[in-house]
């Protein structure tokens, strides 16, 4: 749920099927991170934009040459564009 303070309003409302772990901000976006999924979410319009199946649970992130740059545990990387 992403909820905005000053007008007491929800703006976005997930339904996650794994365990939340982070969110990460770029200036057009907002990732939710879970075990197994990350959420892209316009940061204007709060809509989901797509949803992205990870191949084995999430590691870390990083921005990196304008992409989200996700290690999962099984060594794999994923690349996705801002």
Same mark, same amino acid.
């Given at each position: 749920?992403?909820?905005?303070? %000053? @007008? #007491? *309003?929800?703006?976005? $409302?997930?339904?996650? /099927?794994?365990?939340? &772990?982070?969110?990460? %901000? *770029? ?6 991170? @879970?075990? #197994? =999924? ?7 319009? +709060?809509?989901? $934009?797509? &949803?992205?199946?990870?191949? /084995? &649970?999430? =590691? /870390? *992130? =990083? +921005?990196?040459? $304008? $992409? #989200?740059?996700?290690?999962?545990? /099984?060594?794999? +990387?994923? #690349?996705?564009? =801002?």
């Amino acid at each position: 749920m992403i909820f905005d303070f %000053n @007008t #007491l *309003s929800i703006l976005c $409302h997930l339904s996650l /099927d794994t365990y939340y &772990i982070t969110s990460k %901000n *770029s200036d057009s976006w907002i990732y939710i991170i @879970t075990e #197994l =999924e990350i959420f892209q979410i316009n940061i204007m319009t +709060f809509s989901t $934009h797509r &949803i992205l199946a990870l191949p /084995d &649970i999430y =590691e /870390d *992130s =990083e +921005f990196e040459n $304008h $992409h #989200l740059k996700v290690r999962c545990m /099984d060594g794999t +990387f994923i #690349l996705i564009p =801002e």
